[in-house]
């Protein structure tokens, strides 16, 4: 309730995720997570390869359930009420894949007719989309034929089709060329200007910095720090991104060696 | 509809994804249109050649001297002359011109050896077809001396044993012959030496061989349909990276799952249609008909319209078979390893029933697959199918896909399965990392259902009293297996899934007012159940139920009461209860509406019994103690009301005094029960069904058909 009180859109709190090993021990990919996004702010989840970005996205996005704890998007529980959050969420990762077989226009007004919208309105929606990521060009090729940035705005599309409140997104803009980079971001911006909640993570360092509101580093499964750009910058001393990033993922060394 | 609408949008999509599938094209239309059609040409006209080739195969006949070469020569030169004389006499346009035998004239070489040893090792050495031998020498014949000839092949050798054939036949034209003169010059009737003039009428239908063929290729077109579309929409998305952004849609798993299953149906049976088409096609304008068909007709498209009919739920079947299978797997190769051993598994049963010797009865009417190859060759030979069998095999075959689309839907949404990294298959049944919960997840209920189903029927059948046997061994066995089979078997399936036995069986304590309730059922059902019965005679005769229940009565006098009651009353009932009640009902509760649950696991019950007379009746039953189960949310009330109705019935036979005593007549032909006995069996009946049904405002009466909040999850 607390959620739906305050301004946060997407509230996790002590999110725990452990993966079993064929030798019978567990992995823990994410160590008692808890962090908040208010309304109408692009989060940004950073952290070196393996940190438990991807896996924290994914419990956010109730594909896969917490081992431990409790993450709600818009006030739902995504372990108890799956449905009513994959409804108000746009879910996109780097390497989605598209139905080769389908024209970009028909995937987008296949997955609107999925989210329970009649055919004018998903045809509708698909239109104003396919105006604004600039895919009429290409909307009626079939996806096998597209290239990885034309693709990836088809898969933005997709994510956005049913026009949710909330968007993960898991690495938008992996091996992406400048033009189809600049496309997708100034995007991401206007949907937050419109009001969206906007989790990211990525790995360009620079990209985050020019794009996110509030930025969680993360490392070996646990938030190591947590701010805007400004308060990082105090915090650690530094002054670009990636030097912030160097240092606290470096000074967490120690206590992340013990986690297991 | 929400469930309408996702299956409907899923399955328009996936039908043209797999559609414009060059793959699918290939599999489902080239090789039908041109494959079949070549490959048939060339099998059908390489087997004609391989026929021609052996009737008319040269061959060389040995013998131990000139006397006997001469001998042998003879006898086919006076064969050659009969036969052209005969050929003479018939119309070269007739038919049965060609039905004349080949003379051997050209065919042979006579070649004589030394010794009988050098001749029979020239046969093992196939260098020499066959042996003539005269022990007498051939006299000219006459009546009175015999004329012994011993023919020497190698009757396991194709060659050696055509060329002894074709002798002997030779012989015995020749002697044929010989008979017919001396008949003519001692002036008898040819009837003299033949009494009796035997004519054969055959009475196959038309397409009788084809008949026997046809299912089995059916089967084989039907699965090769489903292959390809169930792998491509399973770990084929699993595969291409596109399963993640469908399971984030608001869409259950049951909808995409059913969505898929429709599409793999459909091509499936699209691509068998064209299979068929493509074989008609083959076998009416490739002038194969005779090869087929005993009469060398058409084959009418009414029957091919019926093999198309008993294609569709064949289909389903297989289609759920391989969706389950296919679900399974992560990758396109994967996939294709799981589905290799389930063909071969497939064409065993299917090729077993197949056979000419197999009929749809006995064990065959469960068998999967083997029942609708049997099915539909008893269709296609326009066969009578009594009823009942039509209603077993497409209740076992809609058991076992119901199981199969349970399985699906249970393991495609599985993290472990979505994402590659995450563990593997075996992790997935790894006991130590399933999650302990309450309730019996409806895929384990169905396909427990479905294994135990063929499992009990032959059972059952094995048990089954000979003709003049008592049914005492029948039900000790009975009372033997079935706690093994209905709680043991689940039971233990319960432990290793890690479910909650006392929530999985509701094995709660029960109110006492169910109790009073069950107590009224239990011994008043019998009234309605007996009424039932009456009713439902004239649509089968109640002689086999008659039957059925004399022997029982017979082998119950000689078993004793004690066991009588421990054997028929207490071990079904609690058997029967724990599984049908406690587990099925329980799972099907959780997953479904709690009168669909009623209904389903009331019919499954009913189904269990093997006997449609029965059906109604125990069905009827099964829905009154399934909704006491429901209402009390304990099948100790259930279990109750079964032992007394049971020991009831147990009570009547034993002591047919107790039922002279409520004044009802030893009367055999009874046809109804008497009315004071109607209206208080009727009237307790009621009384027990009411007790069941009135709720009571203090306790929690919302949530009686869900399993209790309270309940400890480890």
Known sequence: MDAADSNDMVVAEELVKDFPRPDGRETRAVDHLSFRVPKGTIYGLL???????????????????????????????????????KRILGFLTANTGLYQRLSARELLVYFARLHQMDRPAAEARVDQLIDWLGIASFADLRCGALSTGQKQRVNIGRALVADPPILIMDEPTLGLDVLSNRVILDFIKRERDEGKTIILSTHYLDEAEDMCDMIGLMHSGRLVAEGDLESLRQLSGEHRLSRIFLKLVHADEPAGASAS | MRFAHSVRTIYAKELVDILRDRRTLIAMVLVPIVLYPLLMLGSVQALSYTVRELRSERFIIGVLNERDKASIEALIRADGVSLANREAELDPDLEDFAELPRPLNDDVKVVAYASIEALTGKIQDRAVQVGVVFPDGLLVPSPGVRNPIELHADYGEVRSANAARRIDAMIARV??????????AEGLPESFVTPYDVVTVDLSTESSVLGEILPLILVLMTITGAIYPAIDLTAGERERGTLESLMVCPVPVLDLIVGKFLVVTTVAIMGATLNLTSVTATVYFGGFSEMISSEGGSIPIGRMLLILVCLVPFAIFMSAIMMAVCSFARTFKEAQNYVTPVIIAVLIPGGIAALPTSELAGTMLVMPVGNMVLLSRELLLGAHIPFSSLVFVLASTTIYAAAAVAVAVKVFGQESVVFADSGS????????????????????????????????????????????ESAAGSIYGTAMFMPIFFALVPIALLAYGRINLTCGF???RPPIRYVVAAVLIGISAWVPAFELNALQQPLFGGIAVDAQSKMIGEALIEIGPWMAFLAIAIVPAVCEELFFRGLLLGSLCGATGKWTAIIVSACVFGVFHFFLAKFLVTAVLGVVLAYLCVRSRSILPGMIAHVLNNG????????????????????????HLPL???????????????????????VDGTATDTMPAHANAR
Not at chain 1, 66 to 72: D, I, L, Q, S
Not at chain 2, 444 to 458: D, Q, R, S
Not at chain 2, 676 to 698: M, P, W
């Open chain 2, 648 to 671: 009831l019935g147990v009570l009547f036979i034993l002591y047919p005094g107790a039922a002279t005593m409520i004044g009802i007549s030893d009367d055999e032909t009874l046809a």
């Open chain 1, 47 to 85: 952290g070196p390869n393996g940190a438990g970005k991807t896996t924290t996205l994914r419990i956010l996005s109730g594909l896969m359930a917490p081992t431990g704890g409790v993450a709600r998007l818009a006030g739902f529980d995504v372990a108890t009420e799956p449905r009513e959050v």
């Open chain 2, 425 to 468: 298959l075996k992790m997935m049944l790894s006991r130590r990392l399933i999650k302990p919960s309450r309730c019996v997840p409806m895929s384990m209920a169905l396909t427990i259902v479905a294994v135990l189903f063929p499992v009990w029927f032959y059972t059952q059948t094995a048990l089954a009293p000979g003709e003049g």
């Open chain 2, 506 to 508: 509701a094995l709660r």
């Open chain 2, 676 to 698: 004071h006995v109607l209206v208080i069996g009727g009237g307790l009946f009621a009384a027990g069904l009411l007790a069941t049904s009135v709720r009571r405002v203090s």
């Open chain 2, 175 to 184: 002697a044929e012959a010989t008979v017919r003169n001396r008949l003519k």
